[in-house]
C-alpha cells in the first residue's frame, strides 16, 4: 500500500512563504507524474499543481507565479514552494502520485496551511 507523509505546513502571515514536502512510499514518483491539492474547511478538495515524469509543470490559476512544484527521484519527494502567501490558500494540503490527471492511491494525513491576514 502506497502511503504519502506530507510536512512543511504551518501558520504564515499573509505574503509569507512556506515549502510543503511529500515523502512516497517505494518508488511511486519516480514511475508517475505527481500532483498537490487542497481542501479547504467546508469545502471539496482541490487540485493545485502537477509536474510530470518529465518535469512539465501545470498550475492552477489562482496560483500561478505563486507556488512552485518540485520534484526529487532520486528521494522519491515531491515538494511545493508557496510565496506570497493568501488567506485563500488556508486549507489543508496532500500529495498524490497523478496519471492522466487522476490521483492514484489513498491520500495521507496532510499538512496544515494557515494564512492569516
Known amino acids: 500500500q502506497v502511503q504519502f507523509v506530507e510536512s512543511g505546513g504551518g501558520l504564515v502571515q499573509a505574503g509569507g512563504s512556506l515549502r510543503l514536502s511529500c515523502a512516497a512510499s517505494?518508488?511511486?514518483?519516480?514511475?508517475?507524474?505527481a500532483g498537490w491539492y487542497r481542501q479547504a474547511p467546508g469545502k471539496q478538495r482541490e487540485w493545485v499543481a502537477t509536474i510530470s515524469r518529465a518535469g512539465d509543470t501545470t498550475y492552477l490559476d489562482s496560483v500561478k507565479g505563486r507556488f512552485t512544484i518540485s520534484r526529487d527521484n532520486v528521494k522519491n519527494t515531491v515538494n511545493l514552494q508557496m510565496n506570497s502567501l493568501k488567506p485563500e490558500d488556508t486549507a489543508v494540503y496532500y500529495c498524490?502520485?497523478?496519471?492522466?490527471?487522476?490521483?492514484?492511491?489513498?491520500w495521507g494525513q496532510g499538512t496544515q496551511v494557515t494564512v492569516s491576514v
Open positions: 498524490n502520485a497523478v496519471r492522466w490527471g487522476t490521483p492514484l492511491y489513498p
Open positions: 517505494g518508488n511511486t514518483f519516480s514511475s508517475n507524474g
